[in-house]
């Protein structure tokens, strides 16, 4: 604890790695690419999870769940969703370990319960679940089907860090049905618009809804619209997406229906995914220096109250004073930590409570006992005010939604201050190299272009922009024409 | 949903298996043994979750996230935990698939992609929990941790019964260390004690509280405490279990602490879950010909309301009626839901909801209209009663307190009637064969009258209540003495 963190100007790759640990969100495992997710950072996520399942099913969708494993035959099935992920997919090939017979105490694999068919461990769940939506669908009434999944997913990754990209992580995939192209289309972007809401009202995470060009859509869309955030070294990161898959999964897992009008039609079909991943987001959009910094709506603890004092008797005078206002706190739903430990002194909980990013901070000591004051301070600006033990509860409410702003703003403002303009590759390879951020620039709408430029600046489309005005211009590698401007940037 | 049921009395193991089916709670996958949880059984789960977790919560427990994978090299460590699921777990070999060049769009395993050391798909976490507990404890100071999961397990079932026993099934695990032995004993009973007031407050389900025998014990435990409900057809059903693991897993994976005095010792161990079995327990405790009975605490829906009525204009004027009762409903925080579906009649909807268990309907029609009335049917009894519609939110209110508390009693009643205290070996074969439930008996103590016993009767040790007097007694199979008596069952 008292070993500082790395700065993020010294070293922003390290600043993060030092702040996951530290702060105790995650560790890495003895599985390759595995993550621990401890008590604190698991708290956030099941904050995260409840608002989004909430707005899951304000929205209209029900929770299922289907099968970790996909029989070898099932993911073959889709051929570009297979191919997309066939490189990186742990395979289970045997049911069963026997005694190794070579070395005492040991297990080895047992060489006859090998499987007849090998199971992939889901990377995704489109093929295990177009197979079940078969025997689901029949009728245009059993449409539109709206299903979400909370689930653990594997994809062998190579080089992995902490929630930005681990071999399982946790995530959720809704998967739906629709009688309709349009249907289909509609639904996609509806669920984008909610992962923008929770990204930006939730996280305070300002993000660009977009769509990602064909060479960067999910193996198997024929669309995917992306959600994309910009964290503090200015790199973007994909947030969520969601994809329209046309009907290729009804194809490939013959799902047909009967329509209104008594014709035998395929299914449209969408998916849709945000995974632990945020978290990292949320990190990096908003810590600091002194640690992590969290948005009061995520905040596991949203304020801690420190007592100062010398003693037991002056400790339970304080206690007396603070047990209404915590009581108070929490009818209105605050979650308030009180944290009375006599091995620790103030100064020390101080730092630990910034570190783990405590949005409110509440301090009570000797002098305040006697003026019926207490000293609030606020993590994101570390402003620090005296205030009357009477107005606690609605400064503090007053606060709460103050930070939660101010971090958004203050994302919306770095965003504005790292998102160039440029109309030459020039300045498109100085924005990129020296200043980071998105660059808004013209292109020409090819694969080979778009692999041209990641080639020589390591940038990639992070997206079409749903707002992308239509204007003339030319690509700032071709000079060909262009009709609108799309976002590049570096990318996690 | 037209044909019926089995009747119980028919075929009490196809009635199960039709009613998870037609109920719409599961189904099988494609997957050898894995099910598929529908949105209608997830409901259930969720239900489930939502109060277990806060229950897991109240008695200071976080949750946390572990690897879905455990090398094979730790999966060994604790030898006993070993040997128990080697012979039933998936093992990964492989982390790639290759397009198979003898078979056009097949894909096969990589060859070249083996791994160094092959990973289990968890059956249970002691392994890869207790290798993490190890960095997270060094100090007393540390201790007791107290950590649940919610996650996804497997073990290569041979025979799979939807919700029972499944390849991959959902479930919590607790996993906790303490710093002397009667801390954890006392946290694993604990734990035994929350699994049955949830049973029982929420379940209604009546159960057991008690100890399992040395050879029904989990692998690598001292003790497995266990709740054990009665199913309707006298089998009974191993709901929950908790286990004291003593230092077991602290050896295997060299989990030390610095006591208080400043001397290095082993941490104490319990570890503690339950599964989607509970569903299955659930629906075998209650339901009947017609179909689910749900305790009206796990209801997805509680109340469903269905309008009769000929022509738009006569559904409006019941809508009229209905709409601020439901909204008085919902405010009571009790789930409605309002069926006015105009492609169902209201008698295929009664079946339909009688079908998915849910505890009461309602049913207004044009006479009800004219009187002010509307009838309330209750899922448990079929009991009908004609309401005024001032009364109908404090009658609606009480009724599903009432049938929570009937099903409860009913369901206790059963057991009181399916529990038989035996002194003879014959009396004993006789009440396992005849009438089936709890049998209350004497034991020798020793595993091989244990074992015995089942190879003649097929039935087992359940547990030696908490609650079973100290009484001298002879065994039922080997006259040899006895302290207490135990219940033996043929159990699921």
């Not at 990190?283 to 220096?289: A, G, N, R």
């Not at 949203?302 to 003693?311: D, L, S």
Request: aromatic share 10%; proline share 3%.
């Amino acid at each position: 604890m008292s070993k500082k963190l790395t700065s993020r100007t010294e070293d922003y790759s390290r600043w993060y790695n030092e702040l996951v640990i530290k702060a105790d969100l995650a560790e890495t495992s003895a599985v390759r690419g595995c993550m621990v997710i401890k008590p604190y950072g698991y708290a956030i996520w099941e904050k995260m999870q409840h608002q989004l399942d909430h707005m899951f099913k304000e929205t209209g969708h029900q929770n299922a769940y289907f099968p970790l494993f996909v029989p070898k035959s099932l993911f073959e099935a889709e051929e570009k969703n297979a191919e997309g992920f066939a490189k990186e997919c742990a395979v289970v090939t045997h049911y069963r370990l026997q005694n190794d017979p070579e070395k005492e105490g040991k297990l080895r694999v047992d060489p006859e319960a090998k499987l007849e068919e090998e199971l992939v461990v889901r990377p995704t769940s489109e093929a295990i679940i177009w197979n079940t939506f078969k025997g689901w669908i029949q009728s245009y009434r059993d449409l539109p089907l709206l299903i979400n999944q909370w689930a653990n997913v594997v994809r062998w990754e190579m080089r992995t860090r902490l929630f930005l990209r681990t071999a399982e992580f946790l995530w959720q995939e809704g998967h739906t049905a629709h009688a309709t192209e349009k249907e289909a289309i509609d639904e996609a972007k509806q669920m984008q618009e909610v992962y923008a809401t929770f990204a930006e009202q939730y996280m305070a995470m300002p993000v660009v809804r977009g769509a990602k060009t064909e060479s960067e859509r999910f193996a198997g869309a024929l669309e995917t619209y992306t959600i994309e955030a910009l964290m503090q070294d200015g790199k973007a990161l994909q947030a969520g997406t969601s994809h329209f898959l046309g009907q290729n999964f009804a194809n490939a897992f013959d799902v047909k229906f009967t329509s209104r009008e008594g014709k035998l039609e395929y299914v449209w079909a969408t998916s849709w995914g945000v995974s632990t991943r945020l978290i990292g987001g949320l990190i990096m959009t908003h810590s600091d220096d002194n640690g992590l910094v969290l948005p009061p709506k995520l905040a596991p603890i949203q304020v801690v109250i420190v007592p100062i004092y010398k003693g037991e008797e002056q400790l339970q005078q304080i206690s007396e004073k603070l047990d209404p206002i915590i009581d108070a706190l929490k009818a209105k739903g605050i979650s308030v930590k009180f944290d009375n430990r006599d091995t620790l002194r103030p100064g020390a909980k101080f730092a630990e409570y910034e570190l783990k990013g405590v949005p409110v901070r509440i301090a009570m000591g000797k002098r305040d006992l006697e003026n019926g004051t207490l000293e609030i301070a606020r993590r994101d600006t570390f402003e620090k005010q005296s205030v009357n033990q009477s107005e606690v509860v609605v400064k503090v409410s007053d606060l709460l939604h103050e930070i939660q702003e101010n971090l958004y703003q203050r994302a919306v403002d770095f965003r504005a201050a790292h998102t160039t303009i440029v109309d030459s590759f020039e300045d498109f390879k100085g924005a990129i190299k020296n200043k980071g951020g998105f660059v808004a620039a013209h292109w020409d709408g090819t694969a080979e272009t778009e692999d041209k430029i990641k080639e020589l600046t390591k940038a990639t489309i992070r997206c079409i922009p749903n707002d992308s005005k239509e204007e003339e211009g030319l690509c700032v590698l071709t000079g060909k024409p262009s009709k609108r401007r799309v976002l590049f940037a570096k990318a996690y």
